[in-house]
């Protein structure tokens, strides 16, 4: 039987409840059998001195524990190059030719998706779900054209098809940023409400992202 599988991509530096409630709304809305967290090992853009991509994947591991649909992806992590999202999902296919992708963005991502690497060909391996971020607007950026051109309304509209479909998620806002959490932590103050428990020990033991 066809698996129809989630991939939420991303440095996860560090995994938050952004990104737990969005792969957790995903797999619930639209019925998928799974979604999986994929910390990329090398970020195209940028990395944290001091946080290894084991260390980001630990904490994944932590946050999704409670979470039996969702798991982690290490796919990414054990290539020695830097990631794209082309290129995984060629990979993913490769490895689970009967299974349905798709891929979990917010809309920070889908304001920009026109530069990701072989972008048309990563609509041909798999659907995009976009999750709502607060400051990224449906009418910012790349949105307004790839939503004309590749957007459903519904799960059942994206279903249709195996590929090539933009559905845009009616998720509950979450305004969390890593980029805000480890500020917070650089400067101490607590970033607790933004973060696992468990995932904010293992940061406090492993003394990641201090000043
Ligand atoms: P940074 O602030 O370091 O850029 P981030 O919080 O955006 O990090 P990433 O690991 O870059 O986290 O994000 C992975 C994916 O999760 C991206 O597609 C991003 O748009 C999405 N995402 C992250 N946080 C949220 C959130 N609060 N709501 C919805 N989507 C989110």
Same mark, same amino acid.
């Given at each position: ?25 995903? &797999? ?36 999704? =524990? ?16 830097? $990631? ?7 990979? +993913?296919?490769?490895?689970?030719? !009967? $299974? ?14 026109? &530069? ?8 041909? +391996? ?10 990224? &607007? ?15 309304? !519904? ?5 249709? $098809? ?10 509950? +806002?979450? =305004?969390?940023?890593?980029? !805000? ?14 973060? !696992?428990? =468990?995932?904010?020990?293992?940061? &406090?033991?492993?003394? +990641?992202?201090?000043?």
């Amino acid at each position: 039987m066809t698996k129809h599988i989630g991939i939420l991509g991303g440095t996860f530096d560090p995994v938050h409840n952004g990104h737990i409630a969005c792969a957790d709304y995903v &797999q619930r809305e639209c019925g998928l059998d799974t979604v999986r967290l994929m910390p990329c090992h090398l970020p195209p853009h940028r990395a944290t001195p001091g946080v290894s991509a084991e260390q980001r994947a630990a904490m994944v591991q932590l946050a999704i =524990a409670g979470y039996p649909k969702l798991a982690l992806e290490r796919l990414e992590l054990d290539k020695q190059s830097p $990631s794209y999202t082309f290129d995984s999902l060629q990979l +993913l296919h490769q490895r689970e030719p !009967d $299974s349905r992708f798709y891929f979990v963005i917010g809309m920070d991502s889908l304001c920009y998706f026109r &530069q990701w690497k072989n972008w048309p060909l990563i609509l041909k +391996l798999a659907h995009l779900l976009v999750c709502e971020r607060p400051g990224y &607007q449906a009418t910012d950026g790349d949105a307004p054209f790839l939503l004309q051109q590749y957007g459903v309304t !519904d799960i059942g509209a994206l279903q249709q $098809s195996a590929v090539g479909g933009i559905l845009l998620l009616n998720n509950p +806002l979450s =305004a969390i940023s890593a980029t !805000d959490i480890r500020c917070q932590l650089q400067h101490n103050r607590a970033a607790s409400s933004a973060l !696992d428990p =468990a995932v904010l020990n293992y940061i &406090q033991l492993q003394q +990641l992202y201090q000043a």
